[in-house]
């Protein structure tokens, strides 16, 4: 394991050393009575030779059941002890995975998958808390067992000794092999169970178009070959359950037979007393389970370093939108003053910038249209605005001030951004929509819900503000979902408003009142990013984007008599609308 593992687990247990320590002295503590009572029995079978006294054998079963209540004790507190301490560690490491995750970038999250995410947020972390706490009690255990044991065992007779325990080999190379192979199996039937959880997610998500176009049985079809693959997986891994145990127990049984047979001979000879028996086929007894869980262990202890260094490589993922060590302050007044100088923005990995030599500048309280051919940068203009995507020092200013020398809570109470795909969550609408001031009040959230023109909407609801958003908003249309993600936005109240082409699901009177409504409030600067050239129009100023460079702006009347970019793009717009009114 490298140092750098170390540390960390070295940083998780420490907090929990009593714990540790505690867990550990109880082992030991089971141990010593597990290798007293056989001990205890051979003297109460040898005794028993020179006579029978009932008052002399119930003190012994006393003793003897006394010891073994407190050993049971004993093993279940060290066990407590041990397993809480991987329970809290695992507790933590998912709390820092997830307070981790909220500095990532959003470019990276998507790019990375949130299948493979929640896997090692999940699964690799339960397989670090198994081997903090199962594999780290099973190793102490075992090593105490033997330690302790085998002593006691040799001192009785050393060559009976070495023969009772000379297949545990064969036992612990048995269970390592057919360990790996039902970690495999467990392994593939957990993503035979993912892929049927998936597939149910989907087609419950998508239940309309399923029936729009008739394709229950395709799905059926779908779930039936998922549901196989997942029944094959489980019955595998029973065959390979029920071939183990049963070698485990036949090659017990032989090591048992062998001190029985040779054991009788040394009972014949007299080098051998009866209690001296009974106490060796108590001990290999009592080594039958720790040598068989030893390679459960040992395979679990290597699953284990390969989920730490899972789990170690999303937590040291640097993010590449940080707050600076040295944050300046905003300035005062906000007045929503944006002034880009130069700016170019890159995606890592990509073959050209998305935004090149970008110059221009937004006034206070100026309404701004964004426009262009598809994937021509406006989005990333729009994310650039708010920081999420990587930003070049002296390149973008708002008020006067670098935007990468603000810390990031600061920008965004200053930028309220709002994206095409506005994210709905599971609450009621009420609470989608004060979702970036939580305490907001109600007479603040119908306000939003009023300049967004949703107002009417959620009066037709039964439940009004209270009404609860399915899952992504599935419960509402598209303009509903668009206009909620405005709400949300337009509560904050920040001078700088980002429109990501959030009118899109919008009708043009709608769009219109909207921007009438958002116009009305005095100091607010407003960079809206559309399609719809006839709501950008109604701007005050128009920036016209063309593979990631600025090839025109001004006002629509100016820019429509210009040959260029934007009057192809006007005059498209009116064929298109000429053709839908034929």
Excluded at 126 to 136: D, K, P, Y
Excluded at 191 to 205: N, V, W
Excluded at 329 to 344: I, Q
Excluded at 512 to 518: D, H, K
């Amino acid at each position: 394991m490298s140092g750098l593992r170390l540390d960390r687990i070295r940083r998780y247990l420490l907090p929990h050393r009593r714990t540790v320590l505690l867990g550990a002295a109880a082992l030991v503590v089971v141990n010593l009575l597990s290798v007293s009572i056989p001990l205890l029995v051979r003297q109460v079978v040898n005794d028993l030779q020179d006579g029978f006294a009932l008052v002399d054998v119930l003190r012994m079963a006393a003793l003897i059941m006394g010891l073994a209540t407190v050993m049971g004790a004993t093993r279940l507190w060290s066990r407590m002890l041990v397993f809480g301490v991987g329970r809290q560690v695992e507790a933590s490491l998912k709390q820092d995975i997830f307070d981790h995750l909220l500095l990532q970038e959003p470019g990276w999250v998507q790019s990375t998958g949130s299948g493979e995410v929640i896997s090692r947020a999940t699964s690799d972390v339960e397989n670090v808390r198994r081997l903090l706490g199962f594999a780290v009690l099973s190793l102490t255990n075992t090593a105490l067992a033997y330690a302790l044991t085998l002593p006691a065992m040799l001192a009785i007779d050393g060559p009976l000794t070495l023969a009772a325990i000379a297949l545990y080999p064969l036992m612990l190379m048995t269970v390592r092999l057919f360990g790996g192979r039902m970690m495999k199996q467990q392994r593939r039937q957990q993503e035979a169970l993912a892929e049927l959880s998936d597939l149910i997610q989907e087609d419950l998500s998508g239940i309309g178009a399923i029936k729009i176009y008739g394709q229950e049985r395709t799905e059926q079809e779908a779930f039936e070959q998922r549901n196989q693959r997942y029944c094959d997986a489980a019955l595998g891994l029973a065959r390979t359950r029920s071939t183990l145990f049963p070698l485990l127990e036949g090659i017990a049984s032989i090591s048992l037979l062998l001190l029985l047979a040779l054991g009788s001979g040394q009972l014949e000879s007299g080098r051998l007393s009866i209690g001296d028996l009974v106490a060796l086929i108590l001990f290999v007894e009592r080594l039958v389970f720790p040598t068989a869980l030893l390679g459960f262990t040992l395979n679990t202890f290597q699953t284990g370093q390969v989920s730490l260094d899972r789990v170690e490589g999303l937590l040291q993922r640097q993010a590449m939108v940080v707050s600076p060590a040295l944050p300046q302050p905003a300035a005062v007044p906000a007045r929503g003053l944006v002034e880009a100088r130069g700016l170019t923005v890159r995606y890592p990995g990509a073959a050209r910038p998305a935004l090149v030599d970008l110059s221009f500048r937004l006034s206070p309280g100026e309404l701004v249209a964004v426009v262009g051919p598809v994937g021509c940068g406006k989005t990333t203009l729009a994310r650039a605005l708010g920081r999420m995507v990587e930003v070049e020092p002296d390149q973008l200013f708002l008020d006067g001030v670098d935007v990468t020398a603000l810390a990031l809570s600061e920008l965004r109470r200053q930028v309220a951004l709002v994206p095409q795909e506005g994210y709905l969550f599971t609450a009621s609408l009420a609470d989608n929509l004060r979702y970036g001031d939580p305490e907001a009040n109600l007479q603040r959230v119908e306000n939003a819900a009023r300049q967004a023109r949703l107002e009417g909407d959620i009066k037709g609801f039964p439940d009004g503000y209270a009404t609860l958003v399915g899952e992504r908003g599935i419960t509402l249309s598209g303009g509903q979902r668009q206009r909620t993600a405005l709400g949300r936005a337009l509560l904050v109240e920040a001078p700088l408003l980002v429109l990501d082409d959030a009118l899109a699901s919008v009708d043009n009177n709608t769009a219109a009142a909207i921007l009438r409504s958002v116009r009305e409030q005095k100091g607010r600067t407003v960079l809206m990013i559309s399609h719809q050239l006839s709501a950008a129009a109604a701007c005050d100023r128009i920036l016209v984007l063309e593979e990631g460079r600025l090839v025109q702006q001004g006002p629509h009347r100016e820019l429509v008599e210009q040959p260029g970019t934007y009057r192809r793009l006007w005059e498209r717009e009116q064929a298109s609308e000429r053709l839908q009114a034929a």
